[in-house]
């Protein structure tokens, strides 16, 4: 089968997906969702993509000079807010690839990037991360993954943690502010955290602290502009006992963190009050945050509990993309 992927340039998740899709015995050819990987682009998509049409455009061009030498059996789209084209390229796009099913999996929730719904109709299937999404549309639900990286992980016997907490991730304003407010408030009991906020660029950086409240005071110091690439993450959650995480501020989907920490078979601390709705939750692995922390609790007191094989399968990047591919 021949698949055409299109995805943010994300850490480096192009590269797994498309390598699990080699092993999985497909073809596939990969295009960023945007036409540079330059902060100064990705910060203009995120805040106005109509400033950079003509760029955006002519990277579609080349784009599609090439994707219409093949037929593919497959389009599948992953997108998030990153995504630049517009709903005319989407819609030639479609009628380069006649032949082809085209699938769609949102990775953002519609209440932060509503314009993902005008192109909805040029796909055969739709697919959310985000249950609210999927109650309001005509979408299919499918929760993020974790890839073979932190497989490995869970696989090792640690005894030893060099960080008590840690935490990797864009600094959202919810998410900055719960995150720094659930770190400060457990440095007593957990006082080895490794706390890694990200931004694309200080332009980003910029925006954010004149729109948003919760990053007013908040310090250039703070903030990393350099994304942690993957074998840092290895060795970041193989050294950690535990991963702090928070939801977007009108997001109900579990974030890819919250996965990577599921698969490394790490604890995970989050402000998402819906994962007690996922099968993989127990009470000593996950801690619901809702403002205060009870230290009485079975997540304080008690080992990591093991969740049957089947459930952990089944959270699997090959999973995730055997529905996508096979529907």
């Known amino acids: 089968m021949k698949i055409l992927l299109i995805t943010p340039n994300f850490f480096d998740y192009p590269a797994q997906i498309c390598e699990a899709i080699h ?70 796009l479609k009628e380069s690839q006649i032949q082809a099913e085209f699938v769609l999996y949102q990775w953002d929730s519609m209440k932060n990037f509503p314009y993902i719904e005008k192109i909805q109709k040029y796909f055969d299937r739709c697919y959310s991360f985000d249950k ?53 408030k457990l440095k007593f009991v957990f006082p080895k955290q490794f706390i890694y906020f990200f931004f694309p660029s200080k332009i980003v950086y910029i925006y954010r602290k004149v729109k948003n409240i919760e990053l007013k005071y908040a310090h250039c110091s703070e903030f990393h502009y350099t994304p942690v690439n993957g074998k840092e993450m290895d060795k970041l959650l193989t050294e950690s006992r535990c991963v702090l995480d928070s939801a977007q501020d009108g997001q109900t989907g579990l974030t890819i963190r919250i996965l990577e920490a599921f698969g490394a078979k790490r604890k995970i601390i989050t402000t998402n009050e819906d994962v007690v709705n996922y099968d993989f939750y127990r009470e000593e692995n996950i801690y619901i945050y809702d403002g205060d922390f009870n230290l009485n609790a079975p997540f304080f007191n008690k080992p990591y509990r093991e969740v049957d094989e089947g459930v952990y399968k089944k959270y699997s990047l090959r999973s995730w993309l055997n529905e996508l591919i096979g529907g």
Do not use: C
Not at 72 to 78: A, F, G, N, R, S
């Open 23 to 92: 092993q999985m015995g497909h073809e596939v050819d990969w295009y960023d969702d945007r036409p540079s990987t330059n902060s100064f682009v990705k910060a203009i998509i995120r805040i106005n993509k109509n400033y950079i049409n003509a760029m955006i455009a002519r990277y579609f061009s080349k784009m599609m000079s090439e994707v219409t030498r093949k037929k593919y059996d497959k389009v599948i789209l992953i997108s998030g807010q990153s995504l630049s084209f517009s709903e005319s390229m989407m819609e030639r």
């Open 132 to 184: 609210e999404d999927v109650r309001n549309g005509n979408l299919r639900f499918l929760p993020l993954f974790y890839t073979k990286r932190y497989e490995k992980v869970g696989r090792k016997s640690i005894s030893k943690y060099k960080y008590d907490l840690m935490f990797v991730g864009t600094a959202h304003p919810k998410k900055y502010k719960y995150v720094k407010e659930m770190a400060e």
